[in-house]
């Protein structure tokens, strides 16, 4: 089987590390620094714009195609341009080849909720998006899996959770605070690439959402407060949310992220079939908590 991975960055790379050894893997990236990475875990790379379908040319033919694309952080404007109109240009150009994928994939993200006051969501809970960047990936959802079908395609959300692995484990965030309350719903990356690897070699979830997410969300102090126990440090401090929302320095969409609170659930990812390298942060954050007290 050979595998397109457009976006092929942080979550990108550790899906074709781990699936190189049964498959071919095609990486995507814009720039030359990017396909220096891909080539670097010993994938064959293709420097190409996801919104361009003259770059999209020089990729391979593929069985599947992974949009695992970023839009870099930024707004709403260029989250548009890469979720929703690069994802197009990436469908309408594979479909329209003469040997198109039989699967694509899109990798979103739990942002699609909206508020849902600490609750519990699934699969199956309405999307309540608060901003305009979270209605676009709202939007993103609806692309992945309505448009491939238009070419015969069988699409795939993967929903993940926040991530955190190898250069993302923001330990000074925690340990040094200030820590606004609120639950974190989170996936180490490997298992985010797990997942979908899973999603991809088990053939499962055609036409269907599945959250990606480990198996226990946490309130950010019951985590800040265990990160520092583990560290040796003393807790950090800690405010609520009506207080951070006192305070001046906040964009409107920042306001609105405070104001969203979930805990995701993983019962359908389970139920496929995945295990978990890393079942809950506790396991996640070990190697990190290791690095820390013996820098060495």
């Not at 209605?135 to 993103?140: E, G, K, Q, R, S």
């Not at 991530?163 to 990356?189: D, F, I, K, S, W």
Request: proline share 5%.
């Amino acid at each position: 089987m050979r595998v397109a991975i457009l976006g092929c960055g942080y979550v990108g790379l550790e899906l074709g590390r781990q699936l190189a050894p049964e498959h071919d893997v095609v990486g995507v990236r814009r720039s030359a620094d990017g396909i220096a990475a891909i080539e670097a875990v010993g994938l064959e790379g293709v420097q190409a714009d996801v919104t361009d379908p003259a770059g999209l040319a020089d990729v391979p033919d593929a069985d599947v195609v992974v949009f695992a694309a970023s839009s870099g952080g930024r707004g709403a404007d260029a989250a548009r341009g890469i979720y929703v109109e690069g994802q197009r240009t990436a469908i309408d150009h594979f479909g329209s080849r003469s040997s198109p994928p039989d699967r694509y994939l899109y990798t979103s993200s739990t942002g699609v909720y909206g508020d849902h006051g600490g609750d519990w969501v699934d699969e199956e809970t309405p999307l309540e998006p608060t901003t305009d960047k979270t209605d676009v990936l709202a939007t993103a959802e609806r692309v992945a899996l309505e448009e491939p079908l238009e070419h015969g395609i069988d699409g795939t959300v993967a929903r993940l959770a926040g991530l955190y692995g190898p250069g993302r484990y923001r330990l000074e965030r925690y340990l040094q605070g200030p820590v606004t309350a609120g639950y974190l719903n989170m996936v180490h990356r490997d298992d985010a690439a797990g997942a979908v690897r899973h999603l991809v070699e088990a053939d499962v979830a055609r036409n269907e959402v599945v959250l990606v997410v480990d198996d226990e969300p946490v309130e950010k102090w019951e985590f800040a407060d265990w990160l520092a126990e583990q560290c040796g440090v003393d807790a950090p401090f800690k405010r609520t949310v009506e207080d951070r929302l006192a305070e001046d320095d906040l964009s409107t969409a920042a306001r609105r992220r405070l104001q969203t609170s979930k805990r995701c659930a993983n019962d359908k990812l389970r139920g496929l079939g995945y295990e978990f390298e890393y079942p809950t942060y506790r396991e996640g954050y070990e190697a990190a908590i290791e690095a820390y007290r013996d820098p060495s």
